[in-house]
Each structure stands twice: as C-alpha cells, then as structure tokens.
C-alpha cells in the first residue's frame, strides 16, 4: 500500500496569531519563520501519527482488491472479509477508485459498486455493494493496479481535536527555541507529552 498526496491543505490547524501568544511574542518579525515552523509541525505530525489533520486529498495503491469470498453463506461476512480499509484517519469522502482490467486498460469503478462506512475516526471503510459479485478482476503484473482517491482530514481548523492543536504549538514552540540545533523528528522524543499524544492518535494500519 503507498500512499500519494494529490492536493495538500490549504490552511493550517494554528493560526500566526495563536502561536505568537503561544510564543509570547509582541512582534510579527519572525512570521515568515513561523509560518515554516507551523507547516514542518503539521506535516511532522501527520507523518508520526498516519492522520491528515485538515482537508486534503490522497491516492491510496493497493497491490489488488482483497480476496472476493461470494461463496460464503453469510452475504454479510463476505461482503465484510472482502472490504478494502483505508487508513488516514477522518475521511471525509472516497472520491474514486480506478484499477487496471485484466486487458491492461484502466478502469473506474462505478460508485454504485460500492458502498463507503466514513464513520470510522481510523479511516474509511470499503465494501462491495450488496447486490453485486465482488470486486472486479484486475491485471496482476501491474504495480499498484488499484488506487483509492480520497478526501482526508478535518474541514476547518477549530474541528481539529485540541491535544492535536496542542501537539503542534509544542513542536513550533520547541523548533523555535532550538532553531539552530533541531534535527527533523527529533522534537518527538525530547517535548514531554508529545508521544503520548501521538500514540493516542495513531492510526493503526491495515492491509487491503
């Protein structure tokens, strides 16, 4: 599974102004800086985490669709044991799923095919629909034959859960202090509490 991202957000989960009282600065000199500093602890977190905090559009490759069990006796429990999980935390949509046929020609499943559970805070959840036969036979020497386009993240800023607003200020924070002497991704282990709230909100990955 890789995961590409199509369209990254187009705003941040902390504002300038709430990170200069964070910093208690009185002066907007070092803006430029900040706003590096807020899109590095962003990305950062998005990557220790696997979660897209706010809006943006992902490719998710699978190597094939999952094993279609249609004979099972239970139509529900296929249906489940055949379902494509998506990892990356709040989904807002899947947009599309294509796939390479048996011919070698790219397809686009109809989304009537196919039936989506965004309930999950892990991600989403992809099933075949009821009243069809399963995921459609794909050519099995492409690389990454399948791909899911989704839509990650929350949709404004003040939705993102705080102790994940929390998290970045500390980052901004300790990059700032430290701005000669931080190595990318060392923050994790040296702010007190960040792994914590990492580990709290993980996403946990699943295979196809």
Not at 139 to 146: L, R
Not at 158 to 179: F, S
Request: glycine share 8%; hydrophobic share 40%.
């Amino acid at each position: 599974m890789g995961r590409i991202v199509v369209t990254p957000p187009n705003v941040e989960p902390v504002t300038l102004d709430q990170v200069r009282n964070h910093l208690n600065l009185s002066h907007d000199f070092d803006d430029d800086l900040l706003s590096l500093y807020v899109e590095t602890a962003r990305s950062t977190l998005e990557a220790e985490t696997g979660r897209a905090l706010l809006t943006q559009v992902w490719d998710v490759t699978f190597d094939a669709f999952p094993p279609c069990q249609v004979s099972h006796p239970d139509p529900a429990t296929w249906r489940i044991l055949s379902g494509i999980r998506l990892p990356g935390g709040r989904c807002q949509s899947v947009d599309s799923i294509s796939y390479v046929d048996e011919d070698g020609a790219p397809q686009t499943l109809p989304a009537e095919d196919y039936q989506v559970d965004l309930s999950n805070l892990q991600g989403a959840d992809i099933v075949p629909a009821s009243d069809g036969e399963g995921w459609p036979a794909i050519k099995g020497d492409v690389i990454n034959p399948v791909t899911v386009r989704a839509t990650f993240g929350w949709q404004s800023a003040p939705e993102v859960p705080g102790a994940l607003r929390q998290a970045v200020l500390w980052m901004i924070a300790h990059q700032y202090e430290h701005r000669e002497a931080v190595i990318a991704g060392s923050a994790v282990a040296e702010i007190p509490g960040l792994q914590q709230i990492i580990n709290g909100w993980r996403v946990w990955r699943w295979g196809a």
